[in-house]
């Protein structure tokens, strides 16, 4: 989806006392960058507050353009802006009289992405200098791309839910156009990790290969700027922009359904893209077969090069990406805490950073620290604010050791009572069933047993139960509860 700016101005309105700079300094600083101004914020801002809340809320915001007093800051969400208006809008508007005087102002620019890492930091765009750079360079460089410079391989966390995917993509970045993964299309649930990649894809192409010309779009902006261009006339210069581009990128590409039109023109600058040996890279939250509303010739171009799917990240994948996003917020988590997280938030990326978030706002918020049993609570407070309640290994193994009256501990340990194994293999059955965890994760859950443990374990659930009728009453109630929610 879209990367859509939104902009929030505040203006300082606090009395000028011996916050004002002096006429000598002013002048001094007449022509100040961002950056050197954002030090200077966040030199004072550092010495007011908490080390913890000045690396959870100030640290992330990145300077993006000084005009005169006014001072542009890239924020992560909007959940930030709310939360340093609600708890530093004094300290924040003294600051920025302070530095940029009376009539300065702070604007927060806020970069919201429905469909991957919307609590990821972004870092501040700059233009890369030009290598060897000639008239046809020049030309590619001022070509709108519309990457986010974010978005790079070396932040995208590898996993065996998307190695497959993120090889084919470093491919292409390597040989654009050239390669049989043309086009490379991109499915997988929401919060995935899929326009990062796809993203990715292009800004490393970008870097490569200065001279292509690269348009990443999304499909709602795609049909938007068809439509506008059937209302203004200026449909073949439309069609002429997108046949001379080196690299299409198009996301959600399944926004496409119903749109006949649209995907009419798509079909002929698809071919022609593809006769010249362009690069086409698309993303959808399903694989083209199951794409209704789809013109079928078109479907068929989707299926020409490569379709690989990106599965929900693994229980290292997840710790992974905890110790990524908790190293850009600048806190230590504890091995036990990253566990404890990546146990219970097992569904995307997404949930995992909106759990990280929160543990940071409750610990700034209760000025504590950020230690295990915080951690829990803000775990607990995530699930009974869900709609749904996320099936986790933990869950089931709470509620199993509860059915059957044993210590949860216990199916973790190498205990051999009849009752303890009995439980545990229970709840490695269900965690098989219920959840997406793979037979590693689920071995490492109950004491770091490996995969075939697990195997046996299901197989062996399943010939008791269809045996035993009561056995198979309880598994059966269980499962009930834990797709309930209840």
């Known amino acids: 989806m879209n990367n859509q700016i939104v902009f929030r101005e505040k203006t300082t309105n606090i009395s000028v006392d011996n916050l004002k700079l002096t006429k000598k300094k002013r002048l001094k600083n007449k022509t100040p960058n961002s950056s050197k101004v954002w030090k200077e914020f966040l030199l004072i801002i550092k010495k007011t507050i908490p080390n913890l809340s000045y690396s959870s809320w100030f640290l992330p915001l990145k300077p993006i353009e000084l005009n005169g007093g006014e001072l542009k800051v890239l924020v992560p969400n909007n959940y930030f802006v709310e939360w340093i208006e609600q708890h530093y809008n004094t300290l ?73 995917a993120r090889a084919a993509a470093i491919a292409i970045s390597e040989n654009p156009g050239e390669t049989t993964f043309n086009p490379l299309f991109v499915y997988g649930g929401v919060g995935l990790g899929k326009t990062h990649l796809i993203q990715a894809t292009g800004n490393t192409i970008l870097e490569k290969f ?34 001379s581009i080196d690299v299409l990128i198009i996301d959600d590409i399944q926004f496409l359904s119903g749109r006949e039109k649209t995907q009419d023109l798509l079909f002929h600058i698809f071919n022609n893209l593809h006769q010249s040996r362009k690069q086409i ?34 229980f290292e994948t997840r710790i992974a990406i905890l110790k990524n996003k908790s190293d850009k917020f600048g806190i230590d988590l504890t091995n036990e805490i990253l566990d404890l997280i990546a146990y219970n938030i097992t569904s995307n990326i997404r949930e995992l950073e909106g759990c990280l978030i929160k543990l940071l706002a409750n610990s700034s918020l209760n000025s504590t620290p950020v230690n295990f049993e915080l951690a829990r609570k803000t775990i607990d407070e995530i699930s009974t604010t869900k709609r749904e309640v996320s099936i986790s290994i933990d869950n089931i193994t709470k509620l199993v050791c509860k059915e059957f009256d044993v210590d949860d501990n216990k199916v973790r340990e190498k205990n051999r009572k009849k009752e ?41 659930i399943e010939k008791l139960a269809s045996k035993d009728v009561s056995l198979n009453k309880i598994v059966s109630g269980l499962r009930k509860k834990l797709e309930l929610g209840v």
């Open 92 to 164: 924040i508007n003294n600051t920025v009289e302070q530095i940029l005087g009376k009539d300065g102002k702070l604007v927060y620019i806020i970069s919201k992405d429905e469909e991957d890492d919307v609590l990821d930091l972004f870092s501040e765009q700059t233009e890369k200098p030009m290598v060897n750079s000639k008239p046809e360079e020049t030309i590619a460089n001022n070509f709108e791309s519309n990457l986010n410079s974010h978005y790079k391989f070396e932040n995208y966390v590898k996993g065996e839910g998307n190695a497959l």
């Open 210 to 243: 200065p001279a292509k010309k690269i348009i990443y779009i999304s499909a709602d902006n795609f049909t938007s700027q068809f439509v506008e261009s059937i209302q203004t006339n200026t449909t073949a210069k439309f069609s002429k922009r997108y046949n």
């Open 420 to 460: 303890v194994v009995l439980a545990r293999q229970v709840a490695m059955y269900l965690s098989k069933v219920l959840t997406k965890s793979s037979l590693k994760t689920i071995g490492l859950q109950f004491g770091g047993r490996d995969h075939s443990t697990v195997i046996h374990a299901c197989n062996n």
């Open 281 to 314: 890279i698309l993303s959808s939250d399903k694989p083209p077969k199951e794409i209704v509303g789809m013109n079928e010739r078109l479907l068929s171009r989707f299926n020409w090069g490569l379709t690989v799917d990106v599965q929900p990240p693994d």
